[in-house]
Nanobody, 116 residues
Framework: VQLVESGGGLVQPGGSLRLSCATS????????IGWIRQAPGKEREEVSC????????QYADSVKGRFTAYTDNDKNTAYLQMNSLKSEDTAVYYC??????????WGQGTQVTVSS
């Protein structure tokens, strides 16, 4: 199993970024794929959990209406589209595979910094 994130960077408040998570070694139809972030001095937060097999996605209240998680079926890639970014979204973002709130495999993480 492999998960490799990309797409992080520096963006101004109000801007957008799209994170990608290239996956291999498992079927996204049978497992959940989550995006989890970790900011310095803060607890880890599950931003989204997508279960493609049942067409269900859940989001943290802090990102509802701003972030969208989805997958590309052909490439077995997961994405996190982040709009209207705020300074408090600054964190390392990880994609992970397994079950919502109980992931077995993690990517290496990608830094997102929201600052003017």
């Amino acid at each position: 199993v492999q998960l490799v994130e990309s797409g992080g960077g520096l963006v101004q408040p109000g801007g957008s970024l799209r994170l990608s998570c290239a996956t291999s070694g498992f079927d996204l139809d049978y497992y959940a794929i989550g995006w989890i972030r970790q900011a310095p001095g803060k607890e880890r937060e599950e931003v989204s959990c997508l279960r493609r097999g049942i067409s269900a996605t859940q989001y943290a209240d802090s990102v509802k209406g701003r972030f969208t998680a989805y997958t590309d079926n052909d490439k077995n890639t997961a994405y996190l589209q982040m709009n209207s970014l705020k300074s408090e979204d600054t964190a390392v973002y990880y994609c992970a595979m397994g079950y919502c709130s109980a992931y077995d495999f993690w990517g290496q993480g990608t830094q997102v910094t929201v600052s003017s």
